[in-house]
């Protein structure tokens, strides 16, 4: 019986080493609680788990140009163009060309969170109590980064785009047209296909069919990609099911029935620091305080490098797990 494995695939033996941690936590938490040394450096824990597991879940980098700058930079969008070169006679004069270049700054805004909670609930169970602060903490980080560039693609492409199609299902065929003229605008050629699972299943369903025969989806095998969502590529481009898309009431900010098809230098996003963290129990209550802030920012310069398809036959507010 001590080799039966629980729900989360663990022994006994594991339970048993994972239950004397959360006991040995919580009691550390009881016997320092006064000691605002201790406080600030578990705070400054907290706050490194947080950042580690917002690095890792967030899936900017799949489908935009991201750049950590420090907390003092300053991050720009930059092209060059204007260089030419032409054919002449061997020895030649070979007419001179201007270099222009189009530079454009990434402005920069603050997102955070604020926390409180009674002190006695801390020192009777701080490892569940932390745990649970840890990740909600991500999923809203990462929910507003979201929100955030959604919004910058969703004004970049308003309906009246030229890159702005709809109609009833989800079209393969327009699909792949949205793919090849992407591509062909990308200077990189990195192309990803976004959306909720309302959208990109579809396209399984479509590519897994007896019609298809499942030609041209290569299902992923990369764990890590697996984990932020990546369920496959088709015709090269990573199909990427979007998680953390509703806010804190559990009301989704992107529509159900949205699917874009996205270039990766269509835009440039950045993060400035670290994640900075402040913590402090008021001097005239029971409550501790936890609060962490990071600068982030980010543009679309590049529209055409974006295609926004929409599904009629889906209301865009349908709710998560509908």
């Known amino acids: 019986m001590s080799n039966l494995i629980d ?6 033996e594991e339970r048993t080493a994972l239950a004397e941690k959360v006991a040995k936590a919580n009691e550390e938490a009881r016997t320092n609680w006064g000691n605002p040394q201790w406080r600030h450096a578990m705070a400054q824990e907290l706050t490194e788990t947080i950042y580690r597991g917002f690095e890792h879940e967030n899936l900017l980098s799949l489908f935009t140009n991201v750049e950590n700058a ?3 930079g300053r991050v720009f969008v930059k092209e060059v163009r204007g260089l030419k070169a032409f054919w002449v006679s061997r020895g030649g004069y070979i007419e001179a060309s201007e270099i222009k270049s189009e530079v454009m700054e990434i402005p920069r805004d603050t997102i955070g969170f604020h926390v409180f909670e009674f002190e006695d609930k801390l020192r009777s169970n701080f490892s569940e109590t ?3 602060l840890v990740s909600l903490a991500q999923q809203r980080m990462d929910a507003q980064v979201n929100q955030r560039m959604f919004s910058l693609f969703q004004a970049a492409v308003p309906s009246s785009s030229a ?4 109609g009833s299902g989800l079209s393969l065929s327009g699909l792949n047209t949205a793919l090849r003229e992407v591509r062909d605008e990308s200077m990189d050629g990195q192309v990803t296909i976004i959306g909720r699972s309302t959208m990109t299943e579809q396209i399984i369903d479509e590519l897994l069919g007896a019609s298809s025969n499942g030609a041209g989806f290569l299902p992923e095998t990369n764990e890590a990609l ?9 015709r090269s481009a990573k199909i990427v099911t979007l998680k953390n898309y509703d806010d804190d009431n559990r009301v989704p900010f992107f529509p159900a029935n949205e699917l874009w098809v996205v270039g990766r230098d269509a835009s440039k996003f950045a993060f400035w620091g670290g994640l900075l963290n402040k913590e402090y129990v008021e001097p005239d209550n029971w409550y501790w305080h936890y609060l962490a802030r990071r600068d982030f920012g980010g543009v679309v310069h590049r529209p055409e490098r974006l295609r ?11 709710p998560k797990g509908s």
């Open 130 to 132: 932390a745990q649970s």
């Open 308 to 318: 926004r398809i929409v599904d009629t036959s889906i209301a865009a507010s349908t």
């Open 7 to 12: 729900t989360f695939g663990r022994t006994s």
């Open 163 to 166: 890159y702005y199609s709809s």
């Open 226 to 234: 697996v984990k932020r969502g990546v369920l496959g590529t088709y």
């Open 70 to 72: 420090p907390f003092d």
